[in-house]
């Protein structure tokens, strides 16, 4: 059973466009928000994160939006770049336990 | 400098064999996790470990074992029990307490059962 769910599976956005990926959860018990971009052959690496006391989270041209009451977050990444062209996670942490649940990943190609 | 370490980068392994990835970590973090990344699949919890000499299982710890005798290591066993072992392998760490929530992930290993 997925505990976050993460659409699009890919996505393909031209140079200058906004990309914009979006999670969903069902468990009140997270209380903690990241996003991960990864490399090909590389380890993730936290790109943003937001607590659910906050409904926006902005740092240079990525965003997290986030809905508590309808349980669900979102990244966008604004004047996307080749550079951005990897793959997101979105992941919620669970307030016992410090155990971290991944959604299953956004390939984003940006295409100059 | 400071971060994860994991070795070996690539892994070869006959049917049948176990092997042994190394994670490494000087970050002075609490927790250790290993997780197994398949494509379309995203990252799924094999086991961790908050604190030294303890460690729980996570969703598919089935063909795995762990152990953590010291803070700063956390080497998982890929036994010949595990079906399906070929996958990229990634160690992360992280302190527990909560105010300080970032996990940060090692290069990973990818593993080949050849």
């Known amino acids: 059973q997925q505990q976050v769910k993460q659409s699009p599976q890919s996505l393909i956005v031209q140079k200058g466009g906004i990309s914009i990926i979006n999670c969903a959860y069902e468990n009140t018990a997270f209380d903690y928000f990241p996003w991960y971009q990864q490399f090909p052959g590389k380890g993730p690496a936290l790109l943003i994160a937001i607590r659910p006391d906050v409904s926006e989270k902005k740092e240079g041209r990525f965003t997290i939006s986030f809905n508590k009451s309808a349980k669900q977050f979102s990244l966008h990444i604004m004047d996307s770049q080749p550079g951005d062209s990897a793959t997101y996670f979105c992941a919620a942490r669970r307030d016992t336990g410090n155990q971290f649940y991944f959604g299953t990943g956004t390939s984003l190609t940006v295409i100059p | 400098d400071g971060g994860i370490t994991q070795s070996p980068k690539y892994l070869f392994r006959k049917e049948g064999q176990n092997v042994t990835l190394s994670c490494e970590q000087n970050?002075?973090?609490?927790?250790m996790y290993w997780y197994r990344q398949d494509p379309g699949q995203g990252l799924r919890l094999i086991y961790y470990?908050?604190?030294?000499?303890?460690?729980q299982k996570g969703d598919i710890a089935e063909g795995y074992s762990v152990s953590r005798e010291k803070k700063e290591s956390f080497p998982l066993t890929v036994t010949s029990a595990q079906k399906n072992p070929t996958a990229f392998y990634l160690c992360?760490?992280?302190?527990?307490?909560?105010?300080?929530?970032?996990?940060?992930f090692g290069p990973g290993t990818r593993l080949t059962v050849l």
């Open positions: 470990s908050q604190i030294v000499n303890d460690f």
């Open positions: 992360a760490s992280s302190f527990r307490d909560t105010t300080y929530n970032e996990q940060f």
């Open positions: 970050l002075n973090h609490d927790a």
